[in-house]
Nanobody, 124 residues
Framework: QVQLVESGGGSVQAGGSLRLSCAASGRNFGWYAMGWFRQAPGKEREFVAAISRSGGSTDYADSVQGRFTISRDNAKNTMYLQMNTLKSEDTAVYYC?????????????????WGQGTQVTVSS
């Protein structure tokens, strides 16, 4: 089992940057594929980005491709989301998630563990 805690959210103007972190506790962080999701007010939660167990493969939603970068440091049990050129439509609560997955590939769904979320607000 793994516990996830997000940090790094906040308020920023459009065009700015933020870096989210997701700290994991528990065993064998490197056995888990990881992902970021977000939920805006009145909308369903949506996929943002995913990364494989090793960090060698990533996947992004079309809406953030080229602006966001997902990464992980397995030695620190931490995943990151670097968000650049932020837009007002990026405003949401951002959640990190983990799924135990032996194939070394990213996953867009079927996550087992979730963090509590961190608010990102982008003002135009």
């Amino acid at each position: 089992q793994v516990q996830l805690v997000e940090s790094g959210g906040g308020s920023v103007q459009a065009g700015g940057s933020l870096r989210l972190s997701c700290a994991a506790s528990g065993r064998n962080f490197g056995w888990y594929a990881m992902g970021w999701f977000r939920q805006a007010p009145g909308k369903e939660r949506e996929f943002v980005a995913a990364i494989s167990r090793s960090g060698g493969s990533t996947d992004y939603a079309d809406s953030v491709q080229g602006r966001f970068t997902i990464s992980r440091d397995n030695a620190k049990n931490t995943m990151y989301l670097q968000m650049n050129t932020l837009k007002s439509e990026d405003t949401a609560v951002y959640y990190c998630a983990a799924v135990y997955q032996m194939p070394d590939r990213p996953s867009q769904g079927n996550y087992d563990y979730w963090g509590q979320g961190t608010q990102v607000t982008v003002s135009s």
